[in-house]
């Protein structure tokens, strides 16, 4: 049964007024608090508007407030010395601040809400009035606040625009956010220790941000993001998230792509986001892990482009054939110059043959270095064609062998 005080502001002090007759539904509506202001001789027009805030007792029973606009925000709270339990709370159309109660069912549309040290077990944040405002093309409706600080729920439902929507240190099995509505977040803050089994998000978000936290399913439906800030964070599966639908691509953008890469088997995605991602990090790296991360970028793309090393093989076997030409050319034997273009180019295509030898370690022996200089340069050019062969032989397990 429901008991409970009401307390405001009346003639600038706090007045309590006690509900003396226990019930199992209560709804609080401009008509009930005025007749009961009436039976305790309080004049209307003495009371503060700013506040209002119910202590309640209940066990599984049913609260709705609605139809009241006596008062700015409503304040709902447990006795000190005992523990809520409402089987329903249906609050509407005024701002609404929960602390301390067990809630098996919230239901509720405000465009202010704040929870913390709550229980619910099922949490509805909707827009009520949508099938009206489809048929009427009037403009929905959208929050200024919801937000949730120490609260444990077990499914939330989130079908309404929100200016913000904060979460801090709290518990959600499931969190829906994808309604067929597109709706509208300026900004989504998931923080401080949150722990999300379950997320589900679609429409438009300005920023989201996710911190310190742990969200072990996230899928991204209809979805559009201008910002995405990922710190510290434990994302375990990321799904249906693509390029397109985050507007600036910061490293943590590409790290939350990597992984609906990985879970969605979307190759392309994976090599790109891991090129990017290798490619942020470099600017943050000391000078010679720059000088590596900028070898690694030049043959490899970081080991998601493998097709690099090839690139690279073949200008590297160019331009040691020139070098090679050039100091042949130099030597005593060849101080008479070339004939014609043909002499030219059959003597580079001897080095390029030469060049191409020594950078594979296959070294036939049918054409050999002429002087100590090449013989020195053929030895650094295989070791620079074995380290790029290397890095080619693990670009492609990095590239196509991901999922082993």
């Not at 007024?17 to 027009?45: A, M, P, Q, W």
């Not at 409402?86 to 509720?108: A, P, Q, S, Y």
Request: proline content about 1%.
């Amino acid at each position: 049964m429901i008991s409970g005080n009401i307390e405001f502001i009346y003639k600038h002090a706090k007045r309590s007024i006690t509900i003396e007759k226990e019930v199992s539904e209560l709804r609080l509506s401009d008509g009930y608090v005025l007749n009961l202001f009436e039976k305790h001789h309080i004049e209307l027009e003495e009371i503060d508007p700013t506040f209002f805030e119910f202590t309640v007792s209940a066990a599984r029973d049913t609260l709705i407030i609605e139809d009241l606009t006596l008062f700015e925000k409503v304040r709902i709270l447990s006795f000190s010395n005992t523990k809520a339990s409402l089987g329903l709370l249906v609050v509407n159309d005024i701002k609404i601040e929960i602390v301390g109660v067990f809630i098996d069912m919230l239901r509720t549309n405000c465009n202010w809400v704040h929870i913390s040290r709550t229980l619910i077990r099922s949490f509805d944040f909707s827009q009520t009035e949508c099938d009206q405002c489809q048929i009427s093309g009037e403009a929905m409706s959208v929050a200024n606040l919801l937000e949730l600080n120490y609260v444990t729920v077990e499914k939330m439902t989130v079908y309404k625009s929100v200016e913000e929507l904060i979460i801090k240190s709290s518990k959600i099995d499931r969190l829906d956010m994808d309604q067929v509505n597109r709706n509208q977040f300026r900004y989504v803050n998931i923080t401080w220790n949150t722990h999300i089994e379950e997320y589900s998000v679609a429409g438009d978000i300005d920023r989201l941000r996710i911190k310190n936290s742990i969200i072990n399913k996230v899928s991204f439906k209809e979805t559009k993001i201008k910002k995405l800030d990922n710190k510290k964070s434990d994302i375990n599966m990321v799904f249906m998230l693509e390029v397109d639908k985050i507007e600036e691509k910061n490293i943590s953008a590409w790290e939350l792509l990597y992984k609906a890469a990985l879970n969605d088997d979307n190759d392309t995605l994976f090599a790109k986001a891991g090129y990017e991602i290798n490619h942020m990090r470099r600017k943050d790296q000391s000078f010679y892990s720059r000088i590596s991360s900028s070898i690694l970028r030049v043959t490899i793309g970081y080991g998601y482009r493998p097709y690099r090393s090839i690139i690279f093989s073949i200008i590297a076997i160019s331009l040691f054939a020139m070098l090679y030409q050039g100091l042949d050319y130099m030597s005593i034997r060849n101080v008479s110059g070339y004939q014609s273009v043909s002499d030219f180019m059959s003597h580079y295509f001897d080095m390029w043959y030469l060049s191409g030898t020594a950078y594979t370690t296959t070294g036939f022996g049918d054409i050999v270095p002429s002087n100590g200089i090449t013989k020195v340069l053929v030895i650094f050019e295989a070791m620079v064609g074995v380290s790029v062969l290397s890095l080619f032989m693990y670009s492609l397990l990095n590239r196509y062998g991901k999922k082993q």
